[in-house]
């Protein structure tokens, strides 16, 4: 089965300093890290999203230093393909399932658990690859949102934990 890792909008801004710090996102980008060095040592595809704005300011505005992936994500993902996108479902307006090519199933994680990540997840095209989140290695603005989100996605099968992943 071929498998690709989708690592959503781990971006300067929803860390502290930036536009709309998140719930524990160093943690999370921690795991993250280890994580693409999971997949990579399996085979498994990393594709990076990034989300960028048209606006001239605020979150994720184009040009700004908010809106560039952490440095740590892109030194872990070496030479992976970054699908920039404008709107919450990474599959919406992108060229996300070109990458995805002979790709069985994805493994999806990232910030904005509510939001991104689910929408993603729930995207009809992740249809055919059989989308699973990686729950602790997603976040929130806060933990209640996140775990409601997860709850969620839980109850339509699509959540697991990173043991399960690359067990």
Same mark, same amino acid.
């Given at each position: 089965?071929a498998? @690709?890792?989708? #690592?959503?909008?781990?971006?300067? *801004?929803? %860390?502290? /300093?930036?536009v709309l710090?998140? +719930? ?6 921690a ?7 999971k ?6 595809r990393?594709?990076?999203v990034q ?8 979150l994720?505005?184009?040009g700004?230093?908010?809106a560039?992936i952490?440095p740590?994500?892109r030194?872990?993902?070496?030479? @992976?393909?970054v #699908?920039?996108?404008?709107?919450? *479902?990474? %599959?919406q /307006?992108?060229?996300?399932?070109? +990458?995805?090519?002979g790709?069985?199933?994805v ?5 904005m658990?509510?939001?991104?990540v ?6 009809r095209d992740a249809?055919p ?5 990686i ?8 933990e ?5 989100a997860?709850?969620?996605?839980t109850?339509?099968?699509k #959540?697991?934990?990173t043991a399960?992943?690359?067990s």
């Amino acid at each position: 089965m071929a498998r @690709a890792l989708i #690592v959503i909008d781990i971006q300067n *801004d929803y %860390f502290e /300093g930036g536009v709309l710090p998140l +719930h524990q996102a160093e943690a999370v980008e921690a795991g993250i890290v280890a994580a693409i060095g999971k997949a990579r040592s399996a085979g498994d595809r990393v594709i990076l999203v990034q989300h960028v704005s048209p606006a001239k300011q605020g979150l994720f505005a184009t040009g700004s230093t908010g809106a560039e992936i952490r440095p740590a994500i892109r030194a872990a993902a070496g030479e @992976a393909p970054v #699908v920039v996108k404008q709107v919450a *479902d990474a %599959f919406q /307006g992108t060229d996300l399932s070109d +990458h995805l090519s002979g790709i069985d199933e994805v493994l999806i994680c990232g910030m904005m658990t509510q939001n991104c990540v689910v929408f993603t997840a729930m995207s009809r095209d992740a249809d055919p690859y059989a989308p699973r989140v990686i729950g602790e290695l997603c976040t929130a603005p806060s933990e209640i949102v996140h775990k409601v989100a997860l709850s969620a996605l839980t109850s339509k099968g699509k #959540v697991c934990g990173t043991a399960d992943a690359w067990s």
